[in-house]
């Protein structure tokens, strides 16, 4: 008859085991994943007619984030917002993010900034 010590022992080892590997493997996913950036808005592809606007989003799991290869800063919930001038036309505006192991990720926004409609204005004519 085989006693349930040594079995016992085995099975709380191996779960002991299987505890700590799995939480080493949860709490490592950020490490893992590499930096992580969400763009709230501008939209891509979208057009605008003011040229200051504001670059909005979070960053997640970064050591430094650029903005046109200017660095940003978040706050302590990896918030970002930056103003920025556009050029009449096309415009590309690049955010980078780089982790503490140099793993990099970089997205490109297009926006046009479309010129509003001048006004027209009628010369005024003098009637004697």
Known sequence: MTSIKPILKIVTITTAVL?????SGYEARNIIRGPI????APT???????????VRGTAKNISIIRLNDRNITVDEHGVFREKMLLSPGYNIIKLS????????????????????????????????
Do not use: C, M, W
């Not at 505890?19 to 939480?23: D, R, T």
């Not at 950036?37 to 709230?40: D, H, L, P, S």
């Not at 891509?44 to 504001?54: K, N």
């Open 19 to 23: 505890f700590i590997v799995g939480y």
């Open 97 to 128: 993010a780089s982790d503490k192991f140099g793993r990099t990720k970089e997205t490109k926004l297009e926006i046009v900034l479309a010129s509003p409609r001048p006004l027209v204005s009628l010369p005024s004519q003098n009637i004697n």
């Open 44 to 54: 891509d592809g979208s057009t605008v007619t003011e040229p200051l606007i504001e």
């Open 37 to 40: 950036v969400e763009i709230v």
